[in-house]
């Protein structure tokens, strides 16, 4: 009988020993679960920013192709320009012997 008293009390303290690290599991599993709920913010935060710079992205490449084509249609009218600016030049120049042929043959 005392041998069953004796087991009991061990078993007892047996079953505290257990309860106690389910509960320190318990308390270990509830951080675990806030650090999960934590992270899983973060990666959302993190996905919303990629997401805003990807727009950006897009954005820029859009503003890069409208600079393109007006850098494009910048350059023909440069061209152009100089081709005006040498004919001129060269008229003026032809006109200008042109005037003084005239006034020295006179």
């Known amino acids: 009988m005392l041998a069953k008293g004796y087991e009991a009390k061990a078993f007892e303290a047996q079953r505290d020993l257990l309860l106690n690290q389910v509960d320190t599991l318990k308390a ?3 951080i675990k679960d806030g ?26 490449g ?24 040498k004919l001129v030049s060269f008229v003026g ?3 200008t012997g042109l005037v003084t042929y005239l006034f020295i043959s006179k």
């Not at 859009?62 to 600016?85: D, H, M």
């Open 93 to 95: 120049l032809l006109t």
């Open 35 to 60: 650090t999960i709920l934590n992270l899983n913010g973060q990666i959302s935060d993190h996905k919303e920013i990629i997401k805003s710079k990807d727009a950006i992205i897009s954005t820029q």
């Open 28 to 30: 270990r599993i509830n």
């Open 62 to 85: 859009e503003q890069r192709k409208i600079f393109e084509a007006n850098t494009a249609a910048l350059s023909l009218q440069l061209k152009r320009q100089k081709r005006k600016t």
